[in-house]
């Protein structure tokens, strides 16, 4: 299964960007699908996630401003970014994990991620 993504780029402080992330393959089911961000030098850091159940989980940074949307039938996630700053200055990498409902392996796959810029 491959995640392909897009919509990273630079925008000035206060705009918004639309990330996309689909799946080559369909996953009806699996624990979490999200977005994660990392910094040069820093470690990974949740973003925003959502369930097969659509239950969603938000970084305090980030509540308010960005929004998850999920196309099920697609298998494919939307981040909406409203109101960005400076510091969501990073790269974005898109993951979905679970359990296969078939084979019952577990599976954590990774994007190639999406450079997001905010700045003046």
């Known amino acids: 299964v491959q995640l392909v993504e897009s919509g990273g780029g630079l925008v000035q402080p206060g705009g918004s960007l639309r990330l996309s992330c689909a799946a080559s393959e369909n996953i009806f089911v699996f624990e979490t699908m999200g977005w994660y961000r990392q910094l040069p030098g820093k470690q990974r850091e949740l973003v925003a996630t959502?369930?097969?159940?659509?239950?969603?989980n938000y970084a305090d940074s980030v509540k308010g401003r960005f929004t998850l949307v999920r196309d099920a039938p697609k298998t494919t996630l939307y981040l909406q970014m409203n109101n960005l700053k400076p510091e969501d200055t990073a790269v974005y990498s898109c993951?979905?994990?679970?359990?296969?409902?078939?084979?019952?392996?577990?599976?954590?796959?990774w994007g190639q991620g999406t450079q997001v810029t905010v700045s003046s």
């Open positions: 959502i369930t097969s159940d659509d239950a969603t």
């Open positions: 993951n979905i994990n679970g359990v296969s409902e078939w084979s019952f392996e577990a599976f954590d796959y």
